[in-house]
Structures are given as C-alpha cells and as structure tokens.
C-alpha cells in the first residue's frame, strides 16, 4: 500500500464515510471505492462486500481482486437503562454492535448493572443529537416513558438509521403515534418504528424480549 493509499483510507476510517479497498493480486494495483472511478462488475462487487462486511477475494473480468471493506461501526442505542437492556447490551455486542445505553436516571444507568458498556446520562434527545445516529445505527426505546422515548423517537426518525424499535403493546403504540403525528412527524416517518418491538417468538421474560429484539435488528440489516 502506498503512502497517498494508506492516508486517503484512514482519512475515510476518521470521517466515518464507508469505503472498500480493492487490490488486484496480479500487480498489487490498488483502488479506493467509491473515491477512485471504479465501473461495471468490480463497483457491484465493491457496494455488495460493504453491504454485507465482508473481506474476499473476487474475480472480475478475468481479473483477481481482493475486496476489504472499512466501514464505520455498527452501533447499537438503548434507551432506557431497564432489564430488557442489561440483556440487549451483551447480546448487541455479541453480534459486533458498539453498544451505548442512554438513561439521565443514573441509580439505573450504572457501570455495575452494565459493565463495559459505554453510558450516557443525558435526556435522549440531547444524547441522539451528540451521538448522530448514522446509516449504521439502531436505535431502540425501552422505558415505557413517553417523557423519554418520545424525544428518542422524534430524533431517530429524523435520521437515517437503519433500525427503530419501541417496547409497548399495540395499545401503548397507538398512543404514540398519536403523539408522533402531533409533533408533526408523516405517517411515513412513523412506519419505520418496528412496534412492538422485537420479532413475534412468543417472548416473555426479559432475556426473550432482548433475543426477540436483536434477532429483528439482525433480520433489518441483513435486508429480511
């Protein structure tokens, strides 16, 4: 790798802007996608290893390429500091999410009820706004709050994160959207709240409710 190469890729690794970096095996030519103009099969090539994370070699035109993707970090925000979240932490970082639990109620947001995982104690949506919640982030609320969640919510959907949960029954989501719409959020907007959260496995205890919730999260980014 050439000086120039390996500048312009840590430079996009601090920026926090995705990027692949294609090397063909036969002369160790090597490409910054999409920086670099790269056409036809080997961009499709490029844009599927991002989407999916995943390093590989990969023959284009009769050409081997090794593809690397470097994108930003998966990022998993619970807000809520509840049980449901002491179980959601470990299993988000488990699946390679950098976890952030946010909660200005500090007896609940403590090192000893989640330990290594970062704590916010500010009100949601200050937190989200210092956070900026990108194309790589979910973002779920879990304290049955509305003085909470509400805030959470309204700033997450002015975001382009890629998974928003709400814990609640139909009837206590129907309360929200209420209140969504009257903060002048679309229908549109409203529809990208996965509520109630969690896929439908029947879940009942806390640590059931966690797996129902992060196997949705999965499930979103993987596209299902």
Known sequence: MTPETLA????????????????????????L????????????????????????????????WFVQPH????RLVI??????????APLGAAMGFAVTVVD???????????PGVSLVHEWPDEALDTLRPDARTAIVTLTHDPKLDDPALETALRSPCFYIGALGSKRTH???VDRLRAAGLTEEDIARIAAPVGLDIGAVTAPEIALSVIAQVVARRRGR
């Open 33 to 64: 996608f999409p920086e670099d103009e790269v056409l036809g099969a080997l961009a499709d090539v490029a844009r599927e290893a991002m989407e999916a994370d995943r390093a590989g070699p990969a023959t284009v035109e009769g050409e081997s």
């Open 79 to 88: 807000i809520g500091a509840v049980h449901v979240a002491q179980h959601l």
């Open 71 to 74: 994108n930003p970090p998966l």
């Open 8 to 31: 312009r890729l840590q430079a996009a690794r601090a920026s926090g802007a995705p990027v692949a970096l294609l090397t063909r095996l036969s002369d160790g030519a090597q490409r």
């Open 104 to 114: 200005p109620r500090r007896a609940f947001a403590t090192g000893e009820r989640f």
């Open 174 to 176: 129907a309360k929200r």
